[in-house]
């Protein structure tokens, strides 16, 4: 079965450190691999996505990730965190519909 | 420009009532559109999904059934409400699949007593 999995149901950081919110994948074929974030009481907004081409995309408010053929996995970064980046972030695979269990993410001042 | 619309933001209903939420998308035509189910702030269950008018493709069979009597709007509705109902309920929609993102409403709060 396809499925993406974030292993880590909380990430803290010190605002200005780099961030990374973890998903891997089991997916056959080729990946549509999608980053989401959600704040308090909203649906969510979309981030970036990998579809083809250069494994390293680049999204909204500075995000990015990398997609990882050989680990099966697809890292959101960021390299200095803000406290407003502190939400919820989902990994989907958009073929399939599916949505990892989320990764709350906490940057504190 | 595309926005999605639902309503009501939150509902509370006892246990054994009906269920009527709505969703509308304005700015596209021929969306696919989306019900997801969040529990407790987490993860999403996708419930159902359409491709076009009248057409519905259930992901878990449950209390819940959807209908899209019109182009942009999608209903999600229950006859007779379980507490296990509750949860935060988002509509998406998306152009075609796979490789567009979808695009979300705010969600409704459903609270079942």
């Known amino acids: 079965a396809q499925s993406v999995a974030q292993p880590e149901d909380q990430v803290n950081v010190a605002e200005g450190n780099p961030l990374t919110v973890k998903c891997t994948y089991s997916?056959?074929?080729?990946?549509?691999l999608f980053w989401y974030v959600q704040y308090p009481n909203r649906g969510l907004q979309f981030l970036l996505k990998?579809?083809?081409?250069?494994?390293l995309v680049k999204g909204s408010y500075g995000f990015e990730a990398e997609f990882n053929k050989s680990q099966t996995s697809f890292h959101l970064k960021k390299p200095s965190a803000l406290v407003s980046d502190s939400a919820l972030y989902f990994c989907?695979?958009?073929?399939?519909?599916?949505f990892g269990a989320g990764t709350r993410l906490t940057v504190k001042p | 420009s595309q926005t999605i619309h639902q309503w009501p933001a939150t509902l509370v209903q006892p246990v054994g009532s009906p269920l009527s939420l709505e969703c509308t998308v304005e700015g596209t035509s021929n969306p696919n559109l989306y019900w997801y189910r969040q529990a407790a702030g987490r993860g999403l269950q996708l419930l159902f999904y359409s491709v076009g008018i009248g057409q519905i493709s259930s992901e878990v069979p449950q209390n819940l059934s959807a209908s899209r009597p019109q182009d942009r709007q999608f209903i999600l509705s229950s006859k007779k409400l379980l507490l296990s109902d509750s949860g935060f309920y988002l509509c998406a929609w998306s152009v075609g699949a796979g490789i567009q993102p979808q695009h979300f409403g705010d969600g409704t709060r459903l609270s079942i007593l």
């Open positions: 990998y579809i083809t081409g250069d494994n």
């Open positions: 997916v056959s074929g080729n990946p549509y």
């Open positions: 989907a695979d958009n073929n399939d519909m599916r």
